[in-house]
């Protein structure tokens, strides 16, 4: 009998062992680099001439960062370089001088600045031979305007006035990436292409802005049950869908209406605390945690921790108990988007439904590859 035993273990071990080995036989392999850019190239809404080197960079972009080149992955990285420059690497922007202009009377006045100064300063020749005046009234991209910035920055007292040596140019390249979280970014992970340029300079090239675009758009994990969220994100900040989520179970658990922003806590306002800290603390007995813990977990809002912090876990307990169902976990942010080069009335929640409406699009050009 001992024997007997002792076989069929053996036999349900070696059959085991089989299904791992045939198991590891049919994992796909891996896609071949050509493959992956032709495939790139094929799923493009449109054909611009160098579409084979955008195809290129967005493969860097994907290895680099170790995202899986997924159809999905994919389709959504192009949905958001269409709706942001429909695939022009240093995109125009209409009437860019006279927005530019128009916001440095603004800046003047709000400084007390009088309009005799700001157009004597701006009648000086700058470092490229040009005057500025003349510089801002033929921008017509971003770059432009950045690079006139930098130079009224470095040169005038003015222009340290006016911008408190700050760029006033936030977004940039093919996928207007913030440059704050590109260089936030650049400090911790390792760019793909030698250079001497600046991590902004780099955003307005197409390698630079898909690769910070990129990162921005998929290089953190999240369960969100669609990618509108991450487009949501993407336009908002990471995690600003979980976040707004939390807001509205907080909201719900603690009976004060919140602004589902995503913002958790007021990160350039020294001790000045949210709304969302405060609706929260007047949780704190019913969640048995005290005010500093609450705060500590509410500054990890911008980091996959914070989902499972005691904070976010014992909110949503409270909140699923008075609704009476779970909650969802992600929710579209209410967010109205300002910008001087903004002329209507736009949403997060409208530019994650109009990126979602193009990645659709980009799943249905992929369906025929796969018949």
Known sequence: M???SFLRTLALATCAALAGCAQERIRPPEPRPADVRAQIAQLMPTKPADRNAWAADIYVAFQSLDVEPSTQNLCAT???IEQESNFSVDPAVPNLGKIARAE?????????????????????????????????AGARTERDLSRVYEDMIGELPLGQRLFADSNPVHTAGPMQVSVAFAEQFARDHTYPYATHETVRH??????GGVYYGVAHLLAYPTDYPALTFRFADFNAGWYASRNAAFQKAASLASGIPLALDGDLV???KGSELSATERAVQTLAKRLDLSN????????????????RSK????????ADAQAGKALPRAVLPKISLHSPKITRQLTTEWFATRVDQRYQSCLARAAPAHK
């Open 78 to 80: 192009l949905s958001v």
């Open 292 to 307: 500093s813990q609450i705060h500590r977990a509410l500054e990890q809002g911008e980091e996959e921790e914070f989902g």
């Open 266 to 268: 007021l990160y350039d």
């Open 202 to 207: 780099e955003l307005f090239s197409r390698r």
């Open 311 to 318: 904070v976010y876990l014992r909110v949503f307990d409270l």
């Open 104 to 136: 440095i009377d603004k800046r003047a006045e709000a400084h007390h600045i009088p309009q005799l100064v700001v157009r004597a300063a701006l009648s000086l020749t700058s470092p490229n031979g040009k005057r500025y005046d003349e510089r801002i």
């Open 2 to 4: 001992a024997n007997r």
